[in-house]
């Protein structure tokens, strides 16, 4: 009985902070004018050709950072692993976390200003300032530098979680290190990569003040739409119906990336 009692607070803090406002959100997306179905947002969602190419730029670029994120944060994940500084390292990596990402954001704008140090140093050798600010390369750039540390955690634990004695088998029995790493460090390290996807995607999904600050008005994705509604046009329940199949997607995301997960595990098992 005691025991159960430590649970309350967990779920009066899920119920309070995550379940009503859920189903506000959700209460709020169907909100309708006189005449129309409860179910007139969504039907204007899916419909409409500016909300379905705002879903596909989310998803590209959830994509493309989840991707620069991975290939950079894996190699990085393996040498910390594998180092006898692993701690040190690590704590470096998880420093810039600490800085608040309004003032990141803000660095990062000074340094690809028109008068920023990157076109300063292409002003030295000769090349013209360059347009860096307010576009996709900028945004994804910065965005990719503020989610490898998510990325970076969840591979280095399962690096470091890694049974040595499956590379020593493999190499005993004539494996070189390249065969090794893709045949075995690799393979029994993907729940590291698939829980650092589902970290860095998801939030990927819904960024928004990023591509005001960094990407500008030329980057729109579904969290820049929930902002509009919610702060400029006052349209809240299409802000809230968009919310609403925000969160359903992550739930989908989330739901997928367990059960594969599990399958593994399974497979695994009954071998």
Not at 129 to 157: C, K, R
């Amino acid at each position: 009985m005691r025991k159960r009692l430590f649970y309350v607070p967990y779920f009066l803090w899920i119920v309070l902070f995550v379940v009503i406002p859920l189903i506000l959100i959700f209460m709020q997306s169907l909100t309708f004018d006189n005449g129309k179905s409860i179910f007139s947002n969504y039907q204007a969602f899916f419909s409409s050709g500016v909300y379905l190419k705002m879903t596909f730029n989310s998803f590209l670029f959830a994509f493309l950072i989840t991707f620069f994120s991975l290939i950079i944060s894996y190699p990085a994940a393996y040498f910390i692993a594998n180092s006898k500084y692993d701690t040190f390292l690590i704590l470096l990596i998880i420093l810039p976390t600490w800085i608040n990402l309004l003032l990141k954001a803000y660095a990062f704008i000074g340094i690809f200003s028109h008068d920023g140090s990157i076109n300063y140093f292409l002003g030295l050798l000769g090349i013209a300032p360059q347009q860096l600010l307010f576009t996709n390369f900028s945004f994804i750039f910065v965005a990719t530098y503020i989610e490898i540390p998510f990325m970076i955690l969840p591979i280095y634990n399962s690096i470091k979680a890694l049974d040595k004695t499956y590379i020593q088998a493999s190499e005993d029995l004539g494996a070189n290190k390249i065969q090794t790493f893709t045949k075995v460090v690799f393979p029994l390290t993907m729940n590291g990569v698939k829980t650092g996807i589902q970290t860095v995607f998801i939030p990927a999904l819904s960024l928004f003040m990023l591509t005001r600050l960094i990407g500008g008005n030329r980057v729109i994705t579904l969290g820049t739409a929930i902002e509009e509604h919610f702060l400029t046009t006052m349209n809240w329940s299409m802000g809230s119906t968009v919310g609403v199949i925000l969160v359903f997607i992550m739930i989908a995301i989330i739901l997928f990336t367990s059960k594969t997960k599990k399958n593994k595990v399974g497979v695994k098992n009954h071998e």
